[in-house]
């Protein structure tokens, strides 16, 4: 494994990508930081600039507004970023696909490295999920 693969599977900066979620996903990812899951402790830590991250969790169907901000974090964000489809609405726009005001599902507008699904996650679920997507850069089965 090269330096700069191991630098980015040992702590992954997470930016948390809300392309307008009811909420509840975010709370979850809220949840992680605290001390009951503490995700710190996996070297997961949560920055507020996306040029800080090695990853996007994004949350929510995206829409007309949204779609275009998620496309310009992504190009914003350093290569490699991964991302993580959290929820179901971000993994595939669930009840709102023929919504008005959804014209695609996250993985049209960048590509997803993991898919979250439940309507929240879990925190667990979400850790999981993380760990998955560590596993699936360092080409681990
Ligand atoms: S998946 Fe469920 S909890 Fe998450 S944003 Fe969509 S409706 Fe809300």
Same mark, same amino acid.
């Given at each position: 494994m090269d330096l700069k693969l191991k630098a980015l599977t040992k702590s992954i900066w997470v930016f948390h990508a809300a392309?307008?979620? &009811?909420?509840n996903c975010d709370i979850e990812i809220l949840d992680l930081l605290t001390p009951r899951h503490d995700v710190e402790r996996l070297g997961i830590v949560l920055v507020g600039s996306v040029r800080q991250a090695d990853a996007l969790l994004v949350t929510g169907v995206p829409n007309y507004k949204t779609k275009e901000r998620l496309k310009k974090l992504y190009a914003q964000a350093p290569k490699p970023c991964l991302v993580a489809a959290i929820g179901g609405c971000a993994c595939?726009?669930?009840?709102?696909?023929?919504?008005?005001?959804?014209? &695609?599902?996250v993985d049209e507008i960048i590509p997803v490295d993991v898919y979250i699904p439940g309507c929240p996650p879990k925190p667990e679920a979400m850790i999981a999920g993380i760990a998955k997507l560590i596993k699936k850069v360092r080409g681990e089965k």
């Open positions: 392309t307008s979620p &009811c909420n595939g726009r669930i009840i709102f696909q023929e919504s008005y005001n959804s014209p &695609c599902a």
